[in-house]
């Protein structure tokens, strides 16, 4: 960060690449195994407070945001899926790729939004935007678990009972999680760094239910962050990531999970992921510039928010992840083309949005958040 003025998260992720499996072996495959609970952990705070971000009465005044992220979602997702059926991989290894495409990284677009100061038209949109493709994602991989159940064998009564389950319990636990917000903020000061370690808390507690419950840990965090704007519009001053606590915790998501990439998987579909992450990027630079007029922004605003939609990481990991716990047999070809795309978008992905929000000057600390003064 210092010498070459890359974000934090791009050396976090080179760090986690360094110590891994296929270079230094610090971290071994076994310790892996064992962070899956941290992930899902980290995860489920920036989607909770990327929820809390997310105005949907703003989607009223300009319903142009949400065609705009419905349109370039389905690009992506269409693009990346007959891009991947060209190269021969199956019908369910196809889809699989292409849901996981759709989604753009919130622990990505959370931090560097943060470490940036970054606010403005752009940067609203960008979490908005990213809200939807994470909401999209989960829903669509949950769809694409029915066909996979199908056509693995099993009756139509279980393909689709077991995404049901997953959905109307998802909605009961982000009930449940924002019903505990509101406690906590009644009766204790949201600006202090003890209150932020109480919804912490809160918060692994409810992973732990998810878990216990068979449920994903994306989708009820996120859901509970919206149901707490929604019903409560008072702003809510907690502190970035939660306080202390949750900003090592970040540090630690993008190092376990550049641990987690591997550069045999990187030889092994390099290619193909270079070409996919060309056609998941223009497809969504491309979804954007074609509402970005009729819903309000300039040409150089949409073009910034499109290329600020390239981060892939953390959503995409853990969705791969869980197809292939349930479907092992899918497991090496998902593994060599998703985690090839991790590899790159977890490095580049950062920069890409970094130079976005600093190039339409929404970014306050500017030169500052990656560079020799980044704090």
Same mark, same amino acid.
């Given at each position: 960060?210092?010498?070459?003025?890359?974000?934090?998260?791009?050396?976090?992720?080179?760090?986690?690449?360094?110590?891994?499996?296929?270079?230094?072996?610090? $971290? *071994?495959? &076994?310790?892996? #195994?064992?962070?899956?609970?941290?992930?899902? +952990? @980290? %995860?489920?705070?920036? !989607?909770? /407070? $990327? *929820?809390? &971000?997310?105005? #949907?009465?703003?989607?009223?005044?300009?319903? +142009? @945001? %949400?065609?705009?992220? !419905?349109? /370039?979602?389905?690009?992506?997702?269409?693009?990346?899926?007959?891009?991947?059926?060209? +190269?021969?991989?199956?019908?369910?290894?196809?889809?699989?790729?292409?849901?996981?495409?759709?989604?753009?990284?919130?622990?990505?677009?959370?931090?560097?939004?943060?470490?940036?100061?970054?606010?403005?038209?752009?940067?609203?949109?960008?979490?908005?935007?990213?809200?939807?493709?994470?909401?999209?994602?989960?829903?669509?991989?949950?769809?694409?678990?029915?066909?996979?159940?199908?056509?693995?064998?099993?009756?139509?009564?279980?393909?689709?009972?077991?995404?049901?389950?997953?959905?109307?319990?998802?909605?009961?636990?982000?009930?449940?999680?924002?019903?505990?917000?509101?406690?906590?903020?009644?009766?204790?000061?949201?600006?202090?760094?003890?209150?932020?370690?109480?919804?912490?808390?809160?918060?692994?507690?409810?992973?732990?239910?998810?878990?216990?419950?068979?449920?994903?840990?994306?989708?009820?965090?996120?859901?509970?962050?919206?149901?707490?704007?929604?019903?409560?519009?008072?702003?809510?001053?907690?502190?970035?990531?939660?306080?202390?606590?949750?900003?090592?915790?970040?540090?630690?998501?993008?190092?376990?999970?550049?641990?987690?990439?591997?550069?045999?998987?990187?030889?092994?579909?390099?290619?193909?992921?270079?070409?996919?992450?060309?056609?998941?990027?223009?497809?969504?630079?491309?979804?954007?510039?074609?509402?970005?007029?009729?819903?309000?922004?300039?040409?150089?605003?949409?073009?910034?928010?499109?290329?600020?939609?390239?981060?892939?990481?953390?959503?995409?990991?853990?969705?791969?992840?869980?197809?292939?716990?349930?479907?092992?047999?899918?497991?090496?070809?998902?593994?060599?083309?998703?985690?090839?795309?991790?590899?790159?978008?977890?490095?580049?992905?950062?920069?890409?949005?970094?130079?976005?929000?600093?190039?339409?000057?929404?970014?306050?600390?500017?030169?500052?958040?990656?560079?020799?003064?980044?704090?």
């Amino acid at each position: 960060a210092r010498f070459f003025s890359l974000p934090r998260i791009t050396d976090y992720s080179l760090i986690g690449l360094l110590c891994g499996p296929s270079v230094l072996g610090w $971290i *071994g495959e &076994r310790e892996l #195994l064992s962070m899956r609970l941290l992930i899902d +952990l @980290v %995860l489920a705070m920036l !989607l909770f /407070e $990327i *929820g809390i &971000r997310v105005n #949907l009465r703003w989607l009223r005044h300009n319903p +142009l @945001v %949400l065609v705009s992220g !419905l349109i /370039e979602s389905l690009l992506a997702f269409t693009a990346v899926f007959l891009t991947v059926r060209y +190269l021969n991989y199956s019908f369910e290894v196809s889809l699989i790729v292409a849901t996981v495409s759709v989604a753009t990284s919130p622990a990505v677009v959370m931090a560097m939004t943060g470490q940036l100061k970054a606010r403005g038209q752009v940067t609203d949109r960008l979490l908005m935007l990213t809200a939807i493709n994470v909401t999209l994602a989960v829903l669509m991989a949950k769809l694409v678990l029915v066909f996979a159940h199908h056509s693995h064998g099993n009756d139509w009564v279980t393909a689709i009972s077991h995404p049901l389950y997953q959905l109307s319990g998802s909605l009961l636990v982000a009930y449940v999680l924002a019903k505990g917000f509101y406690w906590l903020r009644r009766y204790f000061d949201p600006a202090r760094e003890q209150s932020s370690l109480m919804l912490f808390i809160f918060l692994a507690l409810t992973m732990v239910l998810l878990q216990t419950l068979k449920l994903p840990a994306l989708l009820a965090p996120l859901l509970a962050g919206i149901i707490v704007k929604q019903t409560d519009p008072r702003p809510h001053v907690w502190p970035l990531h939660f306080g202390s606590v949750g900003g090592v915790m970040v540090i630690l998501l993008f190092v376990v999970i550049g641990s987690s990439l591997t550069l045999t998987h990187f030889r092994v579909g390099a290619s193909i992921a270079l070409l996919l992450v060309l056609v998941r990027c223009g497809a969504k630079l491309l979804g954007v510039l074609l509402m970005g007029k009729p819903s309000g922004l300039s040409m150089r605003q949409s073009l910034a928010l499109g290329v600020g939609l390239a981060p892939m990481s953390g959503v995409a990991f853990v969705l791969t992840s869980d197809v292939g716990q349930l479907f092992p047999a899918l497991n090496a070809e998902l593994e060599s083309v998703v985690l090839s795309m991790i590899f790159v978008l977890e490095l580049a992905g950062p920069i890409l949005l970094q130079r976005s929000l600093i190039w339409i000057g929404e970014a306050e600390n500017g030169e500052k958040s990656g560079g020799k003064h980044g704090t």
